[in-house]
């Protein structure tokens, strides 16, 4: 792989496995890691349901692409120099339930975070009092807890709580975002994040909480996926990502 990267020589694969390298780095950058516990994979191109995740192990900040381990729907090794890399087994029963039954969706990612397991835990879920979470607004599952993903019977249960939507809340766990590309998935992963913080800064004031109108509230989930249709949009904030990573946009490469 790093010669095919080096000779820059055009290969699908490889460069899923940059971008996938580079989320990655952008969910340490903005502080979404819980030391090696969390997960995000993509499909490989061309290849059905084979999906590239993280070597378990490595730490987010320091991922490449070499470190990303090629397993099929029953979650064996493909390739033969990944033999012997450890990958989350709870993370194979979460990405390939999503990947099996949604093959609108290329990239998914799940995190831990205080704000997104804050939310997970209320009975509530995801209030309409942000901007931020009105883009979820009527597009957003929730998957009740059932312990550690290590069974994989629960992959039924995920993606009928999953449905049509690209976003879930995972009670009592944290969060799960998907999208048709990698910028897509990042995209609706950091929103959905941010809208949580917003939600449990808000809540921490001790005020009473003001809630769009219903009308209001199904706007502006409309605009925000007129916007997800045009996929400038995500694509335009995950270049300038790209660019401000550490080392470059090609340290995530190699």
């Not at 799960?176 to 990042?186: D, N, Q, S, V």
Request: glycine content about 8%; charged content about 20%.
């Amino acid at each position: 792989m790093d010669a095919i990267a080096a000779t820059g020589t055009t290969n699908p694969e490889w460069q899923v496995r940059c971008d996938l390298a580079a989320f990655y780095r952008l969910i340490a950058k903005f502080r979404m890691t819980d030391l090696i516990y969390t997960h995000i994979s993509a499909r490989v191109p061309g290849q059905g349901d084979q999906f590239l995740i993280n070597q378990y192990g490595i730490a987010f900040d320091a991922m490449c692409a070499s470190d990303l381990v090629k397993i099929d729907a029953e979650g064996r090794v493909v390739d033969e120099a990944d033999r012997g890399k450890m990958v989350n087994a709870a993370g194979f029963t979460i990405h390939s339930a999503v990947h099996a039954a949604r093959h609108d969706l290329a990239c998914v990612v799940h995190t831990h975070t205080a704000a997104g397991i804050a939310v997970s835990c209320q009975e509530e879920g995801l209030l309409p009092i942000s901007q931020h979470a009105l883009k979820f607004y009527g597009h957003l599952g929730y998957h009740d807890y059932q312990g550690i993903a290590l069974d994989l019977n629960e992959r039924v249960s995920l993606v009928r709580n999953l449905g049509p939507h690209r976003a879930m809340i995972l009670r009592n766990h944290g969060l799960l975002a998907a999208g048709r590309t990698i910028p897509e998935a990042f995209d609706h992963i950091y929103f959905l994040e941010r809208a949580c913080q917003a939600q449990i800064a808000a809540q921490a004031s001790g005020s009473r909480l003001l809630m769009p109108p219903e009308n209001v509230r199904r706007h502006t989930a409309a605009q925000f996926n007129d916007f997800s249709d045009v996929p400038f949009y995500v694509d335009l904030a995950w270049e300038a990502e790209m660019r401000g990573l550490p080392g470059g946009p090609a340290r995530h490469c190699c």
